[in-house]
């Protein structure tokens, strides 16, 4: 096999990312939305890290008490590992009512048009950098500010590296 010299080798360059400060986020909290589902979509989103492909396949089976706390049990779509995410009060607040088990927890719209209902909504809100992962980049903040530790396996990552990433704070 050929070397390769570690100056020549392919990096993976830090991303730039979009994120909300705490006070943004308020303002969409006390912002109405034109889509319930997607406020609350986005909200769960940013009080637990997942990504919107996760949250689109997100059913309520998925979903457990477990001595009081809510579980959430997937497979990460991006990485197709297993994530046991114990779920904070505050994304349990944004949940809809509970469905059958098979039904997804989300009645979300296709991608370009919940990209416009979240633009609108941000709009709004006086928000002007939602981008598309900030959702789950202000999740990893929130978490913190609620005195949690964030580490890789709460957010579905599997490098540390990308938790830094997303709970770095702009």
Not at 18 to 42: D, G, V, W
Not at 112 to 125: E, K, M, V
Not at 153 to 163: E, L, M, R, T
Request: aromatic content about 8%; glycine content about 8%.
């Amino acid at each position: 096999a050929t070397r390769v010299d570690k100056e020549d080798q392919i990096r993976n360059r830090e991303s730039t990312r979009a994120f909300l400060s705490i006070e943004e986020l308020r303002r969409m909290i006390q912002t109405p939305c034109y889509n319930r589902q997607t406020k609350m979509a986005f909200l769960f989103s940013c009080f637990c890290g997942l990504r919107i492909s996760d949250i689109r396949n997100l059913k309520w089976n998925n979903i457990s008490v477990e001595n009081g706390q809510y579980i959430a049990r997937i497979t990460v779509k991006k990485t197709g590992h297993p994530l046991y995410l114990p779920l904070s009060d505050e994304s349990v607040r944004w949940l809809p009512q509970r469905g059958s088990d098979e039904d997804n927890v989300f009645q979300l719209q296709s991608g370009l048009t919940l990209g416009r209902q979240l633009q609108r909504w941000a709009a709004d809100a006086g928000v002007n950098n939602l981008g598309q992962v900030v959702g789950r980049d202000v999740g990893g903040h929130a978490h913190g500010d609620a005195g949690r530790t964030v580490d890789k396996d709460d957010a579905g990552h599997i490098k540390i590296c990308s938790v830094r990433t997303v709970s770095r704070f702009g």
